[in-house]
């Protein structure tokens, strides 16, 4: 008979012969610990802060709590690495809704849902020889089985952090196992939903960053999907997921966030409709959106701005201010957007802009209004926010402004912002960019498939530092970076390893 052991978190059993069992485990249920692979224990012990043993073999794993073996009085050590208590940022990549305070969240004057990150990397990134010496990846993981993918590292109410990779066309769940150094595919319980959103630009909103409660365990995002707004759970003790439903609707967009309230596109009897709601589907409504007929699909991943949340379009925008109706709004006659050119970018007086072609030149767009206010300018600028680029320098004022020009011989190349980080202590942008090098075609033809020979992966900040080498690059728009583990990540879906870089205090 198996003598039971109760934590806060867990229930474990003791059998007869020393070994304990995992049997239950809060927000989780009960679990089948003879269903556990034997190389998962390592894992799940850090996950649940268990103890391990250290100088005896009388169990290969223990409850947490224990400091030492009961049947031979030999001191445990945690499965946790030393220096692993401090519990680490998360990261949601572009998200529309605010962090909590512990993973460095976004101030309100910046646009959310971006790529934009105020964790503290420029500093770190900067320690290392700046350019012209070409650095290297320090560290590398394989990239998931399924490629396509969004990624997010967070604690998801566990005792240590892990790597999630949702690849959304194809209906799979990647958990990186750190101590087995590989990737499970995580089944779906029973009566879980299809996780796959191909409708338009994917986007989630985390659940474990809530300010306003604790998640449960497991607990990760709302998720879109062919059924309607998803809460996305893991329990990787069993190596599965499931989901509650939150909405049911036929989506036509990724959800948003703004302010306390989540908001989602469905697809409604006479068009399209914006669902608003606390993020527990608390106090609900449904509007229809004025200005006339919203497309169906083909939409960007939202973004909040200035209290509204707004969602991109080749044909317009749509946005909606809680307390009011849901605006769309065309674009003026002629007037053609560039998404791929990277986002909207910010303007001095704190102005939306979006870079699009009317036929004769390019120009920026303002957004959020009827009528918005056009800027011509002469060749295109890739950037968002307030990571800018013309060619291979840096716009460092207005969007429209010339560049600024520090090297001539910078001027043959094509930069490509992936990442902005913002920090209250620097006043000019910096970030993560791809230089595409000696590049002499249009910027539309280097992100729709042309080969490039020669691209550097650099931080580009008060110290400009070339961080890794590609060669015969191609869509290079499709590079995901993401932090992790103590490292700022980079992945393509055509590479088979992704690259990191330490981010160290630095001394």
């Known amino acids: 008979m198996a003598y039971r052991w109760e934590t806060a978190d867990s229930v474990w059993l003791e059998r007869q012969d020393g070994q304990f069992e995992l049997a239950d485990s809060r927000d989780l ?6 269903a556990q692979a034997p190389g998962r224990l390592a894992d799940l012990a850090q996950l649940l ?12 794993v223990y409850p947490e709590g ?24 998360a990261w949601w990549g572009a998200s529309s809704k605010a962090l909590a305070a512990a993973d460095s969240p976004l101030p309100r004057h910046v646009p959310h849902g971006l790529p934009i990150s105020a964790l503290p990397l420029a500093a770190s990134l900067e320690a290392r020889p700046a350019e012209p010496a070409v650095g290297q990846a320090e560290r590398k993981l394989p990239t998931p089985p399924n490629a396509l993918c969004v990624f997010a590292a967070a604690h998801f109410g566990f005792a240590a952090p892990r790597l999630l990779a949702l690849a959304y066309s194809r209906n799979v769940l990647q958990y990186w196992d750190p ?24 986007a989630w909103l985390p659940l474990s960053s809530s ?25 990787p003790f069993n190596e599965s997921y499931s989901t509650e439903l939150l909405y049911a609707a036929t989506l036509v967009a990724a959800p948003g966030a703004v302010g306390r309230q989540i908001a989602c596109l469905l697809e409604g009897p006479a068009g ?8 527990d589907g608390a106090d609900p409504e449904l509007q229809d959106c004025a200005g006339g007929a919203a497309p169906l699909a083909g939409w960007s991943r939202p973004f909040s701005y200035d209290g509204k949340l707004i969602w991109l379009h080749a044909e317009g925008h749509l946005v909606w ?5 849901p605006q769309w709004l065309a674009w003026p006659q002629g007037w053609q957007p560039r998404l791929q050119f990277g986002g909207p970018v910010k303007s001095r007086h704190g102005l939306l802009w979006l870079i699009g072609h009317d036929g004769h030149s390019y120009c920026f767009l303002e957004l959020g209004r009827a009528g918005g206010q056009i800027e011509r300018i002469g060749g295109a600028r ?9 060619r291979g320098h840096q716009v460092k004022d207005e969007p429209w402004e010339p560049e600024h020009v520090e090297d001539q011989t910078k001027g043959e190349a094509l930069v490509l912002p992936l990442l902005e980080n913002v920090s209250s202590t620097r006043s000019q942008p910096c970030g993560l960019v791809l230089r595409i090098e000696h590049y002499p075609g249009t910027a539309e033809a280097a992100l729709d498939g042309d080969v490039l020979p020669r691209t550097f992966i650099e931080w580009v900040g008060q110290r400009n530092v070339i961080l890794d080498e590609v060669a015969r690059l191609s869509h290079p728009g499709d590079c995901v970076p993401f932090v992790y583990d103590g490292c700022l990540w980079l992945h393509h879906p055509k590479w088979n390893e992704m690259r990191g870089w330490h981010l160290k205090a630095p001394a």
Do not use: K, M
């Open 66 to 89: 224990f400091a030492f073996c009961p049947q031979c009085g030999q001191a445990l050590r945690p499965a946790a690495p030393a220096g692993a208590g401090a519990r680490q940022p």
């Open 272 to 279: 399209v409709q914006l669902w608003s709601a606390l993020p």
């Open 29 to 34: 249920g009960p679990l089948d610990s003879s």
């Open 49 to 60: 802060g268990a103890a391990l043993p250290a100088a005896c073999a009388h169990a290969a």
């Open 179 to 202: 101590l087995a150094a590989r990737w499970l595919v995580l089944a779906p319980q029973r009566d879980a939903a299809d996780l796959s959103f191909i409708r338009s630009d994917y």
């Open 211 to 235: 300010a306003a409660a604790p998640a449960r365990r497991g607990d990760v995002a709302v998720v879109p999907s062919a059924q309607g707004l998803l809460r996305l759970r893991i329990n």
């Open 321 to 325: 201010l809680p307390g009011t109706d």
């Open 382 to 390: 890739l950037g968002f926010g307030t990571l800018l680029f013309r």
